[in-house]
């Protein structure tokens, strides 16, 4: 378990550095040996050509089912990490994308931004979300195993919570904003784009999507759900697609 998170730690911070991945405000983040200042975090191994396909936000009745449609006829099985208060709205939903096979993780309870959070609201948020998600998805003696911090916000005492609960913190190496709703060619391009690169510096791809969003319930992931299209039919013939659990 720990090789291929140290692995995932090491090339994938550098090639992060050296892609420009890393947005704004976490630069200074990846100058730092992120064993010191963070802890083991999952971003993808040296494992070229495997892709996992991960969804944030979710679940969303207006877009996951349509996502759930392509993923189950393609089979490809990817990974959501779902905000636990939508969860408890959408129950049925998530019961949905674990009978199809998918990897579901957390992404806090509300998704808000625990950079700020005091200690207590970060273990609080963490907790809620994996116990509403182990309830409703009845996974039989199966915890929730991965956290994906809101807004990729690395503060050390949200990733020692997720530790202590038993999960590991993943972030991720190819992603563009798809939020922001361009084209879903530009989304997908762009990703390819990372992907191939990726591949040629001998790393899997640890790709983000959004199904939902955490600031309007309403927004339009038309675009998104068509770009994780064109990625696997670009994609199939040649890569393999994994779940997050394939890697730890
Ligand atoms: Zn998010």
Known sequence: MLSPLTTGISVGLGATAGLG????????????????????????????????????????????PRLLEILARREVRATFFLVGSRAQAEPALV?????????????????RNLALAPASRIQEELSRASQTLEQIAQIAGEPIRFFRPPFGA?????????IRLGM????????????????????????????????????????????GSH???AA????????????????????QFVTLDAWS
Request: hydrophobic share 45%; proline share 9%.
């Open 168 to 211: 590991i913190p993943v972030l991720w190496n190819a992603m563009t904003s798809d939020w922001k709703n361009p084209s879903a060619d530009a989304i997908a391009q762009r990703l390819m784009r990372k992907i191939d690169r990726l591949y040629r510096l001998g790393q899997a791809a640890n790709i983000v999507l959004h199904d």
């Open 154 to 162: 690395r503060r050390p005492e949200t990733l020692r919570a997720a």
């Open 215 to 217: 600031s309007d319930p």
């Open 21 to 64: 991945l890393v947005a704004g405000g976490y630069a200074y983040a990846a100058l730092w040996p992120a064993s010191q200042l963070f802890g083991p975090m999952l971003l993808a191994p040296a494992r070229p050509g495997e892709l996992a396909l991960t969804f944030d936000d979710g679940p969303n009745p207006a877009w996951t």
């Open 95 to 111: 019961r949905q994308i674990v009978a199809a096979g998918h990897l579901i993780g957390n992404h806090s309870w509300s998704h």
């Open 220 to 239: 339009d992931r038309a675009p998104s759900i068509a770009a994780a299209a064109q990625l696997i039919a670009r994609y199939q013939p040649t890569h």
